[in-house]
């Protein structure tokens, strides 16, 4: 339905490096260095810039890979159909998750798995960035985000709200307190996560409402790495409450409510507009759907 050749491409394109791109095509590195040569010849143009490495595709290589992405996602979405058509949906379900939110996503797939149980899942955790550009390339299926990173190429789906809590260690210097103010936080050892993360851009915009702009001592990209931190003694931490609902709350934290102000945000579902969604991604639809509404 699409040649070989341009599925190798698509590989290169996603591991910009041709080793571990045949790798993950499970043909030797000459095979797939031969099948871009032969796109190449096939097209009159070139594809791939030329280098000692790989440094990249040429505006034409960046043009047909677009195309092969699209066709590929459109192969992909006709073999879903004829599955479904055997009342069996197959394949695999590509979920990109915001670290935040990889414990809650939970109940979205555990339900899809018992309503689906011949499709594999695979939730990768990448940032909000990265997460649009999986959808926009056909590389992923489905991101939960908060909802206003949603663009115009993008469909959102609530999936629940949140607001963010500070835990903190059991005989730290909040030891008796049940909440603590946002202005309060921004003077204790924090630990959060990285600047580039859409959540820690969130808690920073808190901050900057009421005119602090606290350093945190430890920076992270894991939610697991910051449990891991605050458990140790030293550090504090904000974190979304449905991270805690699901995992529970380490031995020796505490957790205290942030008021003052009182905020929330909302995470949903993504997916890319297509004039026809592939079965997966409605499959994918209808059950979080379901979800919103028990």
Request: aromatic share 4%; glycine share 6%; net charge negative.
């Amino acid at each position: 339905m699409i040649a070989r050749k341009y599925l190798y491409l698509i590989a290169l394109a996603r591991e910009k490096h041709f080793g571990r791109a045949a790798e993950a095509c499970h043909v030797s590195a000459s095979t797939l260095s031969a099948a871009i040569r032969d796109i190449e010849a096939e097209l009159g143009v070139t594809i791939v810039e030329r280098g000692q490495q790989f440094s990249g595709l040429t505006p034409e290589g960046e043009r047909i890979l677009a195309c092969a992405r699209h066709i590929a996602a459109q192969a992909e979405g006709l073999r879903q159909e004829l599955a479904q058509l055997q009342d069996s949906l197959c394949g695999r379900l590509r979920l990109g998750v915001i670290p935040t939110g990889l414990t809650a996503v939970a109940t979205l797939t555990a339900a899809f798995a018992r309503r689906h149980p011949l499709v594999d899942i695979e939730v990768r955790s990448m940032s909000t960035q990265q997460i649009l550009a999986g959808l926009d390339s056909f590389e992923l299926d489905g991101g939960v985000a908060y909802l206003e990173s949603a663009t115009p190429n993008h469909s959102a789906l609530p999936l629940w709200r949140e607001n963010h809590v500070l835990i903190t260690p059991v005989d730290g210097p909040l030891e008796g307190r049940d909440w603590v103010t946002w202005q309060e936080a921004a003077h204790i050892p924090l630990c959060l996560l990285t600047a580039n993360m859409h959540n820690r851009q969130t808690i920073d915009s808190v901050f900057a409402s009421i005119g602090q702009r606290p350093r945190p001592s430890l920076e992270t990209d894991s939610v697991i790495s910051i449990l891991a931190h605050v458990e140790a003694g030293h550090w504090s931490s904000i974190v979304p409450r449905a991270v805690l609902e699901r995992i529970g709350i380490p031995p020796g934290v505490r957790l205290l409510e942030l008021r003052e102000p009182l905020v929330e945000w909302a995470t949903g579902l993504l997916v890319l507009n297509r004039p026809t969604r592939p079965p997966m991604v409605g499959a994918l639809l209808a059950e979080a759907a379901l979800l919103t509404e028990t």
